[in-house]
C-alpha cells in the first residue's frame, strides 16, 4: 500500500460507501455548521470552510445539503454548540490512536470512547500520550486521467510547495505542509487536474506492523467502532497491515 496513512488506504478499500453516506453527511455537515459559525460563510475568507466544502464535494454531498448546513450555522437555525476536542489512546498490540471529536456532551462522549477502548483491546489514554507521534500535513488526492503525465503533476506540486509525491493505482497523493496546503491544492486546481479529496490529516512518524491475523481483526473492529462512533470525525491510527495480509481478511 503506498501513501502516508495505513488505515486510510484500508478505510478506502473497506468502505461500504452506501451504508455509511448518511452518516458521513451528518459528520460533515456538522464541520460545516462549525466552521461557518467560527469564521463565516465565505469560502474564499473562510480557509477551514472551504477545505470543509472541497470534503463534502469528495463524497458527494450534494450542494443543496453543504448551503443548506453553512446558511443553518450563520442564520441561527442550529443552537447546538459543538465542542471540539482531541482523544488519544492505544489500540491492541500498542498502536498509537488519536481522534478529533466534536461533541455537544464532552462527558458522554468520554464514556463511550473509552468503553469502545476498553472492550476492543484498548485503552483511552492521557492528553498528550501519543500526540506527538504524529505531524499535521495536508493531503491531495488527485485521480489521475488518460494523458496526465505523473512527472508532470511531481513537479507542479513540489514547485508549489508540496512535500512529497507519490502514485499508485491511478491516483498522485500529494503530501504538504499546513502552511502550503491552500497554495498547492488551488496550483493544482487551477492546472485542470481533478482533485478527488483534499484534507488536513495527521500522519504518523513511525508505523507498528501487526502480521497476526487475529490482532489485524481487534485492530480493524477497533477502528470501524471508532469511526462510526457520531461524535468522531476522524480516526488516525500509526498501524500497517501488509498488503498479503489484508487480502486474506477480506476474503
Same mark, same amino acid.
Given at each position: 500500500?503506498?501513501? *502516508?496513512?495505513?488505515? /486510510?488506504?484500508?478505510? *478506502?478499500?473497506?468502505?461500504?460507501?452506501?451504508e455509511?453516506?448518511?452518516?458521513?453527511?451528518?459528520?460533515?455537515?456538522? +464541520? !460545516?455548521?462549525v466552521? @461557518?459559525?467560527?469564521?463565516?460563510?465565505? $469560502?474564499?475568507?473562510?480557509?477551514? !470552510?472551504?477545505?470543509?466544502?472541497?470534503?463534502?464535494k469528495?463524497?458527494? =454531498?450534494?450542494?443543496?445539503?453543504?448551503?443548506?448546513?453553512?446558511?443553518?450555522? &450563520?442564520?441561527?437555525?442550529?443552537?447546538?454548540?459543538?465542542? +471540539?476536542a &482531541?482523544?488519544?489512546?492505544?489500540? $491492541?498490540?500498542?498502536? /498509537? &490512536? !488519536?481522534?478529533?471529536?466534536?461533541?455537544?456532551?464532552?462527558?458522554?462522549? @468520554?464514556?463511550?470512547?473509552? *468503553?469502545?477502548?476498553?472492550?476492543?483491546?484498548?485503552? !483511552?489514554?492521557e492528553?498528550?500520550?501519543?500526540?506527538? =507521534?504524529?505531524d499535521?500535513?495536508?493531503?491531495i488526492?488527485?485521480? %489521475?486521467?488518460e494523458?496526465?503525465?505523473?512527472?508532470?503533476? #511531481?513537479?507542479?506540486?513540489i514547485? /508549489?510547495? @508540496?512535500?512529497?509525491?507519490?502514485?499508485?493505482?491511478?491516483?498522485?497523493?500529494?503530501?504538504?505542509?499546513?502552511?502550503?496546503?491552500?497554495?498547492?491544492?488551488d496550483? #493544482?486546481?487551477?492546472?485542470?487536474?481533478?482533485?478527488?479529496?483534499?484534507?488536513?490529516?495527521?500522519? $504518523?512518524?513511525?508505523?507498528?506492523?501487526?502480521?497476526? $491475523?487475529?490482532?489485524?481483526?481487534?485492530?480493524?473492529? %477497533? =477502528?470501524?467502532? #471508532?469511526?462510526? *462512533?457520531?461524535? &468522531?470525525?476522524?480516526?488516525?491510527?500509526?498501524?500497517?497491515i501488509?498488503? +498479503?495480509? =489484508?487480502?486474506?481478511?477480506d476474503?
Amino acid at each position: 500500500m503506498a501513501g *502516508h496513512s495505513k488505515w /486510510a488506504n484500508i478505510k *478506502h478499500k473497506k468502505a461500504k460507501a452506501d451504508e455509511k453516506r448518511g452518516k458521513i453527511f451528518t459528520k460533515i455537515g456538522r +464541520e !460545516l455548521m462549525v466552521a @461557518a459559525k467560527e469564521g463565516g460563510p465565505d $469560502p474564499e475568507a473562510n480557509p477551514r !470552510l472551504k477545505t470543509v466544502i472541497q470534503k463534502a464535494k469528495a463524497v458527494n =454531498m450534494p450542494n443543496d445539503n453543504i448551503m443548506r448546513n453553512i446558511q443553518k450555522a &450563520v442564520g441561527g437555525g442550529d443552537s447546538t454548540n459543538y465542542e +471540539e476536542a &482531541v482523544y488519544e489512546g492505544y489500540g $491492541p498490540g500498542g498502536v /498509537a &490512536v !488519536l481522534l478529533n471529536i466534536m461533541t455537544d456532551n464532552r462527558n458522554r462522549t @468520554a464514556g463511550e470512547i473509552r *468503553h469502545i477502548f476498553s472492550r476492543n483491546g484498548g485503552s !483511552l489514554g492521557e492528553t498528550g500520550c501519543v500526540a506527538w =507521534m504524529f505531524d499535521n500535513k495536508g493531503v491531495i488526492n488527485l485521480k %489521475l486521467n488518460e494523458g496526465d503525465d505523473p512527472d508532470a503533476i #511531481l513537479l507542479e506540486a513540489i514547485e /508549489a510547495g @508540496a512535500e512529497d509525491v507519490t502514485v499508485d493505482d491511478g491516483i498522485a497523493e500529494i503530501i504538504t505542509t499546513p502552511e502550503d496546503f491552500d497554495t498547492v491544492r488551488d496550483t #493544482l486546481s487551477g492546472a485542470g487536474y481533478n482533485i478527488e479529496s483534499a484534507e488536513y490529516t495527521k500522519i $504518523p512518524q513511525n508505523t507498528i506492523e501487526i502480521n497476526d $491475523p487475529e490482532q489485524a481483526k481487534q485492530v480493524l473492529k %477497533l =477502528m470501524d467502532l #471508532l469511526e462510526d *462512533h457520531d461524535d &468522531v470525525q476522524d480516526v488516525y491510527a500509526n498501524f500497517d497491515i501488509p498488503e +498479503e495480509l =489484508m487480502e486474506q481478511l477480506d476474503q
